[in-house]
């Protein structure tokens, strides 16, 4: 793998990069500007040299002979020490003619070879290097060709010096800047420091820690608090095993104590045939409990991991109710409680899982038996409506008191004592007929009165027999409102 700089460096490197190109683009554009300035002045200096030439040909009477002319233009030998000028008229007499460009230019073009127009130039003589101009000028009818120059030593060591400075005060400003911008990132870090030194210290035996709150209302603050956020849900998850597990170690520990004891006081010595029998029943009745809160365990832990895969077809609901619920009459008859199972009398088609649906009814018959004293009524019910098809199972037992009620499909909750079955539940029943009704797209129904009776109900979409409405329930799997229903009595 690519090793990273750290974010600081990256920081403070792209900080200098910005920093350094609009540096750059300054000093350019500072010298660029500069030297057009100069380069201006030069011209202006130039153009007003030949101005000067012609006003004083201009100020000579007019048919002045070029000897006199010359006589009057030494006098740029004593301005400018005529170092750079020279002057030439139409007919070719040298009208002045410094010595330093006569080395260089020993012939000179005639006015009326030039164009109209004026050119600068340059050139170099010696060590010096020169910028010209030559231009054609008419006076009292004549013209002539002044060609003068400017040295550009001082304007070069000028913008040489000034280029150095203006280097050296942006490299200072340069490094100035990297300097501050790696502080600056430092600082901007730190926060992100503390987090991830905090979150370094948080396993799963502190959970409860959180990461520092910052004040700085910020992304950084954004991201602590959204962290924070998910530690409170991972501490939740984690607390939710933790109970799970130890609940479910308690609930299995009560029936493996008591084949324990049984076994080891039916071996302490020699007993009847009769005793043998009662105990290995009694062991039988303690593993059957055992294995059915096994499966529910196993059940819920694979709902959890969403490994439990339910097969979706379609069913007969009603078919699917008698079924399930004959299966409770010789029970119900022997605890004397008066059941009703009420089947409609057509088919009613669904889509579902055939045997996490009958699990769902079992729960739900079992817990209005265990919870319905002797003599009660329990009936089980399948209603149809145009569209849907709702499953009731109503009781006249016990109930539920207001309290208990929001807590009941919670896992490991037990409200009521039991009626009938000899012990009290695992109170994992109601959660997992939840998780059923869930993946089958509905929920479970409550209505019940405390000491008068429950109705617990579902609501299903029909399908109608086409294939059309079949594959619509697939794709919707919508959810679905649940009936209402009162308690019987
Ligand atoms: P359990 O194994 O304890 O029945 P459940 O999850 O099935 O666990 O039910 C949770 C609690 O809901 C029960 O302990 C009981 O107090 C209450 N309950 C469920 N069904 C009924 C009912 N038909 N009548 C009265 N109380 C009920």
Known sequence: MRMQLPIRVRLTLWFF???????????????????????????????????????????????????????????????????????????????????????????????????????????????????????????????????????????????GDFQRQVIALSTSVLLLAAVAGYFMSRKALTPVAAIATEARRINDRNLDSRLPKLNTR???????????????????????????????????????????????????????????RDTCEH????????????????????????????????LDLNDLMRETAKKWTPQMRKSTITYMVND????????????????????????????????GAISVTVLRDERHATLVVRDTGIGISLDDLPRIFDRFYRAGRPQNGEHAGSGLGLSLARWIAEKHGTSIDVQSEFGRGSCFSSRFECISGDENSRMNV????????????????
């Open 344 to 375: 409609a009398p057509y088919a009613v088609h669904i889509f579902g899982d055939r045997a996490s649906l009958k699990r769902l009814l079992d729960i739900l018959i079992d817990n209005a038996w265990r919870y319905t004293p002797e003599g």
């Open 218 to 276: 910020d992304e950084l603050a954004d991201m602590s608090e959204t962290l924070n956020g998910m530690l409170d849900r991972i501490e939740a998850g984690y607390r939710s095993i933790r109970e799970f597990t130890a609940n479910a170690a308690h609930e299995l520990r009560t029936p493996v104590s008591l084949i324990r004891t049984e076994t080891e006081v039916s071996l302490a010595f020699q007993r009847p045939a009769e005793e043998y």
């Open 17 to 159: 990069m910005i920093f350094a190109t609009a540096t750059l683009t300054l000093l350019t554009a500072c010298l660029w500007m500069v030297h057009q300035s100069i380069v201006e002045l030069e011209a202006n200096e130039l153009q007003q040299r030949v101005r000067s030439v012609q006003r004083i040909l201009e100020l000579r009477p007019p048919g002045e002979t070029p000897a006199s002319q010359q006589r009057v233009l030494a006098i740029f030998d004593a301005i400018h020490g005529g170092k750079w000028l020279q002057v030439i008229d139409q007919d070719g007499n040298w009208i002045y003619r410094s010595r330093h460009v006569a080395e260089v230019y020993p012939q000179l073009a005639l006015p009326q070879a030039l164009r109209s127009e004026r050119t600068y130039f340059e050139y170099s003589s010696g060590d010096t290097r020169v910028r010209a101009l030559i231009a054609p000028i008419i006076v009292n009818g004549r013209s002539y060709t002044v060609q003068t120059g400017l040295s550009l030593n001082k304007t070069l060591v000028l913008l």
């Open 474 to 489: 697939l794709e919707n799997k919508t959810l679905v409102v649940i009936s209402q229903c009162r308690p019987v009595g």
């Open 283 to 314: 062991i039988q009745r303690e593993s059957v409990r055992m294995s059915k809160l096994i499966d529910t365990l196993l059940a819920l832990t694979r709902a959890d991991a969403g490994t439990e895969f339910l097969h979706m077809d379609v």
